[in-house]
């Protein structure tokens, strides 16, 4: 695993072009294990001893004190993903238009095509399939009612597709992607996936260097220790696992990271009103209990 010199240096090069991606990502990875914490390095351990206070930040106690994160970063796959998404949008904003043959051959190769069975006379999708009267379809548009429904093939999807991407015809969600995600798209879904796949192969690199850069500073300022507090073992918990903070005006109860004071420090009218709606949900909890809701 890089120290954190290691990786700003590492970073650096990356961002001048010293060095390539795939390079820069094979240094980086190379004995890196999933899950392994950064702070069983002793880099890590060196530099977080330097920084932690001699007691909590927060109560002043000195006892079991540790360095609180108050942020942390993604993966690199996160990245990727947004970074792609935003590509994938300037590529169809600036060329909207998709080749007929190359979108057609996309649809057949990627997609299973489950047709819609149609009412012969109107057209109309889905007609009632009736189990026990013959002729075993009603359509609900035109009352016709008939033994066999009529599908259109996926060819002539795509080419009503071409014509109006809005049409009615269009519209329902009959392909099933032959990944092992087997995702129910209609054609609209299809063109834009097949645009974002165009937009990754052609940015490849641009994407996948803008999106490393940024793991990469997301990591760096983590290591950084800038977003830290130290923290005893119990204000800590109360950050981590209830999201609550010892209230800056009496430091002496805890409150809510989104209150400016705890309840006993808010003025008069506000603190009133704020004890009877907590009373208030233990009646409704309370009442939801014995009507078994909850
Ligand atoms: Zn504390
Ligand atoms: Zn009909
Ligand atoms: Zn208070």
């Known amino acids: 695993m890089l120290t954190y010199s290691e ?9 001048s072009g010293e060095i390539e991606l795939e390079f820069a990502q094979a240094q980086y990875w190379k004995d890196f294990k999933e899950g392994q914490k950064s702070w069983h390095t002793k880099d890590w351990k060196e530099r977080r001893s330097k920084i932690i206070k001699d007691k909590c930040e927060i109560c002043n106690s000195k006892d079991k004190l540790t360095l609180q994160h108050r942020s942390h970063p993604g993966k690199y796959s996160e990245y990727l993903r947004d970074i792609t998404r935003a590509y994938a949008e300037e590529y ?15 649809v057949l190769n990627k997609y299973d095509y489950l047709p819609v069975p149609l009412c012969p006379n109107c057209k109309n999708s889905n007609p009632n399939k009736r189990v026990r009267k013959i002729p075993q379809y009603h359509c609900t548009a035109c009352r016709h009612e008939f033994d066999e429904a009529i599908y259109r093939s996926a060819g002539e999807l795509i080419s009503i597709f071409h014509e109006n991407e809005d049409a009615i015809e269009v519209r329902d969600k009959c392909f ?11 054609l609209s879904n299809i063109k834009y996936w097949h645009q974002r796949e165009r937009a990754k192969n052609k940015d490849a690199e641009t994407i996948g260097k ?21 923290a005893c073992k119990k204000c800590a918990f109360n950050f981590d696992i209830n999201k609550m903070e010892l209230c800056p005006k009496c430091k002496q109860y805890y409150k809510g990271l989104q209150y400016p004071t705890c309840i006993q420090c808010l003025p008069e009218e506000k603190r009133k009103a704020a004890l009877e709606s907590i009373e208030f949900g233990k009646k409704w909890r309370e009442m939801h209990r014995q009507l078994g809701i909850d």
């Open 7 to 15: 990786l700003i240096e590492l970073r650096d090069k990356l961002a």
């Open 92 to 106: 169809i904003n600036c060329s909207p238009d998709i080749d007929k043959y190359e979108f057609s051959n996309y």
């Open 176 to 186: 099933v992607s032959k990944d092992q995600w087997r995702n129910i798209h209609n």
């Open 210 to 230: 803008e999106a490393f850069l940024l793991y990469l500073n997301d990591s760096i300022k983590y290591l950084s220790f800038d977003d830290t507090i130290t």
